[in-house]
């Protein structure tokens, strides 16, 4: 943490201008290329409109281990249509190009490894991304992605998980830029109807590592939940329930989801969130 | 003997590694903590020596199958995994990962399976250390192995389709990947080769050793000396790892495995993952896999299912690269015609799998010439097989009968 306004990056930028009005930012996810690439461009770009802070646009895969069975779906659905990765570059760009809020990619690691390391920086760059969210590359093995990213001035976001010991929370959050990426629970992604007890003490486990902002992930997917997982994280990161509102509605769906996300976290904490 | 590799992260030079979600990462070092310290625990080595005894009836025999031999045009040494409990070498690497789940204190046990042969070992070491058992088996593969789900079945195991992705191998360990990450707390997951992230590719290898170690110390008493050559053959590469892996510092021994060459390693449609020489990261680790462009993972194809799987254990991508082991694939129809020459020669019908260590042994003994001799890992028998064999050799009639 040597030079904060520098480990903010893009994504904490924008976080701490959301918290900075005294309430967490919401994080959307949608897969590019879903339903097709149009249809996933005009879908993500519902989000905005609807509020969101920061942008997660997946990168379909055909392994998604960490992914539960919404998500999969669409993954499947869109690499069936034929999606590229330079189609989700040029997701990335397009979004990047109606809206003033960061873009980030989730991706698994292989298409990126694939694709050439160095070469899918300076391509994510050069469409206006703002780094990557890799939930199956921890950052013992990252070493080849973190120097392409600092080069090309992008965030990298690992995950903190329930399971993480403190020391691996150090480790991880000293290799974050942007924002840390807290698993809610041990699952994998999808809605859940029950709050996780295990999200709020990994947040201060994680805030005792580190003054980046913490963003917690993995099973909210309404208004009321969004306002309680605000009441501790500086971030909220709303994935499935994206997938599920369009499956359902559409991108007017999706919109409908995302004022309905921006207003839970807005409502007042009880408590100021610590940084 | 103690293997140098791999290093503390799991790494065997390039390959390996851990590339699965954090999750998994701090359960994955109390496992390797656990099965290290079982290890160097003579209490733990000596109850898994005394169940690889008493019940799975090894050491496995080393047979020196003279019939073959005059046809092969090389002293060929069948290493007799096919006549384990459950009929595999496997029976070696279910034993030493289901004692060690109860030394970690689990109650619950998960695994992956393409045609059921692991899963039905899973269910048997289950069975046998009464641990309950969950098997993540595609839904295309619990239609073709309809058998195999049944003795899973009847062993107390429970079955669960995997009916996302290509509902096959891959996704079967896809979808035991995320049961692991919800229920790692109580739960081991058995992984059935020496893939994944670390210590799974060594974990497996040392539990399945024996074959390698049991057929050194047989080979130096028939012969007086090691053999020429040691061939096995590959898919995700536990038979192969736990023959080779006492051999690697026998420099004088030529070590080969022998991939799935489906159609035809020209048709695109095979298994032969280190043939093609692409690198990258699937299913935990860093290896060879059968990839697109953009990385996605390509569906595999090969008659034996065993061998039916788009990635490769790690350390043999470093033997690969390294030059210690050759690679070579095989086609199903070699395969098959190696099956019916065992069978014919010997009386012994082998496993589809085992069968491509015999048809590349046909190839490896025209290039080291009649003096050699080969030791080869006849991994599995062939009963699970007979369908897809009767069908190959038109053996069953329209109505089914033989």
């Not at chain 2, 069948?78 to 689990?106: C, F, P, S, W, Y």
């Not at chain 2, 694939?329 to 496993?351: C, F, H, K, N, Q």
Request: glycine residues 12%; hydrophobic residues 45%.
């Amino acid at each position: 943490m040597s030079d904060v306004s520098t480990e903010l990056g893009n994504a904490g930028t924008a976080i701490r201008k959301a918290n900075d009005e005294g309430r967490a930012a919401l994080v959307g996810y949608l897969p590019a290329g879903y339903p097709t690439v149009d249809g996933g461009v005009d879908a993500i770009k519902a989000m905005v409109d609807g509020g969101v802070d920061v942008l997660e646009i997946g990168l379909p895969y055909s392994d998604p281990v960490m992914d539960g069975v919404t998500i999969q779906r669409a993954a499947e659905i869109a690499l069936a249509g034929g999606l590229r990765i330079r189609d989700v570059l040029g997701t990335v760009e397009k979004v990047a190009a109606y809206a003033d809020l960061p873009v980030l990619v989730m991706t698994y690691w292989n298409p990126i490894e694939r694709y050439g390391v160095d070469r899918f920086a300076v391509d994510l760059a050069a469409a206006g991304g703002a780094g990557l969210i890799t939930p199956d590359l921890i950052p013992d093995e990252g070493a080849e992605w973190i120097a392409a990213a600092d080069k090309n001035e992008l965030d990298k976001v690992f995950l903190v998980s329930p399971s993480s010991t403190d020391a691996r929370i150090g480790l991880t959050t000293a290799s974050c830029r942007g924002f840390v990426y807290a698993t809610a629970v041990m699952g994998v992604t999808g809605a859940r109807d029950q709050a996780s007890d295990l999200a709020a003490p990994l947040v201060a486990r994680t805030k005792a590592a580190t003054g980046l902002p913490v963003g917690v992930g993995l099973g909210v997917s309404n208004a009321d939940q969004a306002a309680d997982v605000a009441a501790y994280a500086d971030a909220v990161i709303v994935g499935s329930a994206f997938v599920k509102a369009l499956n359902a509605g559409g991108p007017a769906g999706v919109r409908s989801l995302t004022e309905s996300l921006a207003e839970g976290v807005r409502r007042e904490r009880s408590t100021p969130v610590a940084r | 003997m103690t293997a140098v590799l791999p290093d503390q992260l799991g790494h065997f030079g390039r390959f390996g590694g851990r590339f699965l979600p954090e999750a998994l990462i701090a359960p994955l070092d109390e496992l390797t903590t656990a099965w290290q310290q079982a290890m160097a625990d003579k209490t733990f080595t000596d109850e898994f020596e005394r169940m690889l005894r008493e019940y799975a009836g090894t050491p496995s025999l080393l047979y020196d199958a003279t019939r073959l031999s005059d046809i092969v045009g090389a002293r060929v040494l069948l290493k007799r995994e096919d006549l384990n409990h459950t009929g595999a070498h496997k029976i070696r690497n279910v034993l030493g990962q289901a004692l060690l789940t109860k030394r970690m204190g689990k109650t619950r046990v998960i695994a992956e399976t393409g045609a059921g042969q692991h899963g039905v070992a899973t269910a048997t070491a289950c069975a046998y250390l009464d641990l309950e058992c969950v098997v993540y088996m595609g839904e295309v593969d619990t239609e073709r192995q309809a058998l195999n789900v049944a003795r899973m079945k009847l062993l107390g195991a429970e079955v669960i389709p995997v009916k996302t992705g290509s509902r096959t191998l891959k996704d079967a360990i896809n979808e035991a990947l995320r049961d692991w990450v919800a229920s790692v707390d109580n739960t081991h997951y058995l992984l059935g080769t020496a893939a994944g992230g670390h210590p799974f590719p060594a974990m497996v290898r040392d539990f399945v050793r024996g074959i390698g170690d049991e057929a050194r110390a047989q080979s130096l008493e028939l012969l007086g000396r090691l053999p020429d050559a040691a061939v096995a053959c590959v898919g995700g590469g536990s038979n192969a790892i736990g023959l080779f892996a006492a051999f690697v510092p026998d420099t004088e021994v030529k070590l080969y495995g022998i991939e799935a060459g489906g159609d035809g390693y020209e048709t695109g449609r095979h298994a032969a993952t280190i043939t093609a020489g692409q690198v990258g990261v699937l299913h935990g680790a860093r290896s060879y896999l059968l990839q697109d462009e953009d990385g996605q993972t390509i569906e595999s194809h090969s008659i034996s299912a065993g061998l039916d799987y788009p990635g490769v254990g790690p350390e043999h991508a470093w033997l690969a690269e390294t030059g210690r082991a050759t690679y070579r694939p095989v086609t199903d129809a070699a395969a098959m015609e190696s099956l019916r020459l065992l069978a014919r020669t010997e009386g012994i019908i082998p496993a589809i799998e085992s069968a491509h260590a015999i048809a590349g042994t046909l190839e490896i003994a025209k290039e080291l010439g009649p003096e050699a001799t080969i030791l080869v890992c006849l991994s599995g028998r062939g009963d699970k097989d007979m369908d897809t064999a009767g069908e190959w050799f038109g053996l069953i009639d329209g109505t089914g009968k033989a």
